[in-house]
DNA sequence: TATTGTTATACTCTATAACTATA
DNA sequence: TATAGTTATAGAGTATAACAATA
């Protein structure tokens, strides 16, 4: 097993995250400005507006890079802030389930425009119907081969 | 101008936000674990090791998503570490030049292979040579095009 | 006047550990 | 005993504004 990455590699590698981190920075500034939105918060007000129903707080961890109290204190500001509710579950009185307001659907609703509108201008603007295809190809088989790797919730917790 | 994006659209940012999330988790986690390091701290040693010489920190500046007083925090913490070395700049009073120390290029060197195999075993591992080089090509056009856009360093500071 | 960099400060994010309550 | 979630707390990252020194 070679010590370095192939000349191939590490200029695919660089693309890929300083276009990745460009990309996030103006995601990031579009969702402060438009919505007063973190990205985390942002995904999961997304994740809730996606989903069914109400989901629980580990449901909705999951896929989330987030620590359990972390997750907690950003419910909560959503909560403060009326884009979400959380009530006990019916069925497992341990869970909690959070579930998405009216107020945080028109929150959505109000930055998913210019969030589209980045994604467009910056990722996709340069490339032709076939790179698209291509690219999601390629990551898909990445993100598939990563999420078979044992996933952050997953983890036990330090006793 | 469509308000949403095509399916083909969503699903190829779905693959490369959340793979780009879980690789650079997974880096961050590799850096701080193996070097002590954060992402940003390991962008700055790396940035100084592959220059001639020293940099000005508006030169370290550019291509890290930063404000500059949080490379003046970083440089301050680098520097206590004995990672990195401060000096006045000759030729301009104004300028400080900021040049790795051995010991900074060994612990560049000390996280490096932990790096590389984290990259190679997510990214590259479930990719062939073809895959790789299309998606160099893919993303080395879409950074192109996001740099051509104002970039941050250059933003007029407020008044 | 504009630019380089630092300082002071404050706020947000994230994590660890301890805790309560339920399964 | 294990799990769901919260709380308390602490540390790290980031940004704004004000500042001093130099161009």
């Known amino acids: 097993m070679a010590k370095s990455l192939a000349p191939q590699q590490m200029q695919t590698y660089f693309a890929l995250t300083e276009a990745a981190s ?39 961890a999951d896929g989330v890079v987030y620590s359990r109290s972390g997750l907690t204190h950003q419910a ?21 389930l959070v579930g998405i307001t009216d107020a945080g659907r028109a929150r959505v609703a109000q930055v998913l425009p210019g969030h589209v509108a980045i994604v467009r201008g910056l990722l996709f ?19 598939d081969h990563m999420r078979a790797l044992p996933p952050r919730s997953s983890r036990p917790r330090r006793r």
Chains 1, 2 share one sequence.
């Open 22 to 60: 460009l990309l996030q920075y103006a995601v990031r500034q579009q969702l402060q400005s438009e919505g007063e939105l973190s990205y985390v918060q942002f995904e999961i007000l997304a994740k809730l507006s996606a989903a069914d129903g109400p989901l629980t707080m580990t449901e909705l």
């Open 76 to 96: 909560g500001l959503l909560e403060t802030a009326g884009l979400i509710a959380r009530e006990a579950s019916p069925t497992d009185q341990r869970a909690t």
């Open 125 to 143: 603007d340069p490339l032709s119907k076939q790179d698209v295809a291509a690219l999601g190809d390629i990551m898909g088989r990445v993100r």
